[in-house]
């Protein structure tokens, strides 16, 4: 069965401090892999990563896949308490064109 | 604005009624999807269409059942409401092929049975 798995699970850090979340998957026919990020609502889109090895940035944020390890992680510098939320993995399953989520980390950032 | 928007935004009902989640897009994508996340904030698809067609139907019961009158909108309809369909309901939508756009999701629909 497709699987897609994060850790840790959740992650309470400081201000300033530099987090690295994990995400594993085992999905049929592997497309590409997303990130998101979740407050109180709907997923916000982060980075689509489709090459191994390539990283991807956005300000304080990047990460990078590694296609022969079957995995991707999501770095955060110099973290900031808006940065609290849920961060959502997910992989697209060829064929059915359906993505598969991981269960998400949930990042609290206290001041 | 541009978006996917889903109404209602809360739902509280009673078990054994029957209720519909309406989800409009006008990003003119031509897939749409509903997930479903649990209290463990897990997301799980159900259903997919793509131009009004059925394309992914997970095992979900079949009292739910979701209807797309055209490509801009899927509504999902639940008979026979259950406490364990408490849960929020998310709709996303995305350009083919998917696997290369991602998706865009509305904001959820908090649905809760009791």
């Known amino acids: 069965e497709d699987k897609v798995v994060q850790s840790p699970l959740s992650l309470v850090v400081h201000e300033g401090d530099t987090v690295t979340l994990n995400c594993s998957y085992e999905v049929t026919n592997f497309r590409s892999l997303l990130w998101y990020k979740q407050e109180k609502k709907a997923p916000t889109f982060l980075f689509m990563l489709t090459s191994s090895g390539i990283e991807k940035k956005s300000g304080r944020l990047s990460s990078i896949l590694d296609k022969k390890e079957l995995s991707s992680i999501l770095n955060i510098t110099a973290t900031q308490t808006g940065d609290s939320a849920i961060y959502l993995c997910?992989?697209?399953?060829?064929?059915?064109?359906?993505?598969?989520f991981g269960k998400g980390t949930k990042l609290t950032v206290n001041p | 604005d541009t978006a996917v928007s889903q109404t209602p935004k809360y739902l509280v009902t009673q078990m054994g009624n029957d209720k519909s989640i309406k989800c409009e897009q006008n990003?003119?994508?031509?897939?749409m999807y509903w997930y479903k996340q649990d209290s463990k904030k897990f997301l799980k698809i159900m259903f997919s269409y793509n131009n009004k067609e059925l394309i992914i139907n997970e095992t979900v019961p079949n009292r739910f059942s979701p209807k797309s009158p055209d490509k801009a909108h899927l509504n999902l309809h639940i008979n026979s409401l259950e406490l364990g369909d408490s849960a929020v309901y998310f709709c996303a939508s995305s350009q083919d092929p998917p696997a290369m756009y991602g998706y865009t999701f509305g904001s959820g629909t908090r649905l809760t049975v009791v």
């Open positions: 997910a992989a697209f399953q060829g064929g059915s064109e359906k993505l598969v």
């Open positions: 990003l003119g994508h031509d897939t």
